[in-house]
């Protein structure tokens, strides 16, 4: 059982940079996979990138390659996504969530945080 909090989001510039963070809890962080996606409106939520819980192994959404990172600190049970350049396009609801076996689909994920808002104004 895993219980996700998201923070960090908030109004940035079209170009700014944003860090996210996502903080959970059990004893086992390490083990788990970490995955962000987004939802704007009218879209499905999508894929941003994941992170494995053993080998770091790393998977990006083509939209975000070179410009969004992931990565996790298993001492402190986080997960961050730093975005850089950012677009209004991302603007969007971004969710972290949390699974035993690394994936990059949303349906597979059993974790979820409750979301936060990033806004990109041009």
């Known amino acids: 059982q895993v219980q996700l909090l998201e923070s960090g989001g908030g109004l940035v510039q079209a170009g700014g940079s944003l860090r996210l963070s996502c903080a959970a809890s059990g004893r086992t962080f390490s083990m788990y996979a970490l995955g962000w996606f987004r939802q704007a409106p009218g879209k499905e939520r999508a894929l941003v990138g994941a992170?494995?819980?053993?080998?770091?192994?790393?998977n990006y959404a083509d939209s975000v390659k070179g410009r969004f990172t992931i990565s996790r600190d298993n001492a402190k049970n986080t997960v961050y996504l730093q975005m850089n350049s950012l677009k209004p396009e991302d603007t969007a609801v971004y969710y972290c969530a949390a699974n035993r076996v690394f994936t990059t689909r949303a349906n597979e994920y059993n974790y979820w945080g409750q979301g936060t808002q990033v806004t990109v104004s041009s």
């Open positions: 992170i494995s819980g053993s080998s770091g192994r790393t």
